[in-house]
């Protein structure tokens, strides 16, 4: 990654003196580069600061998010349990297929308490 702290406080006034170029293009093409270096250098900082951002959403799904569902499946997987035993506490769920594709199907779920759960069914996985 550019250390770009140590561009602060740069200057926007510059005198150049080119000493070899071959043509006009190739020192108008200098004289370019030399005059967006400060737009390369705050769009440098605006593309670090989105990639944080972006690295903080994902650690937030790791962290809070991705555990949370983890538990709804466990929970899901543990009522399913208990209605294939016949435990007298299940009720039985009812389940709507709300849409799909040739690949799978998008269910959800809905148990007597209002406990409900929703996901896409992967046509693979049947």
Known sequence: MIDT????GHSTEYSYEIVSVDDDKEMDATYAILNDAPLLLAEVKRLQKE???LL???N???DVIQPKDHKRIERLEKRIEDLQKGLPRCSCPTVDVCGGDSRGIIV???????????????????
């Not at 702290?5 to 602060?8: I, L, V």
């Not at 959800?108 to 046509?123: K, P, T, V």
């Open 60 to 62: 937030e799904y790791e």
């Open 5 to 8: 702290d140590k561009y602060e």
């Open 56 to 58: 903080g959403q994902i």
């Open 108 to 126: 959800a779920i809905g148990f007597d308490d209002g406990e409900e759960f929703s996901g896409y069914l992967d046509r693979s996985e049947w």
């Open 51 to 53: 990639n944080d951002d």
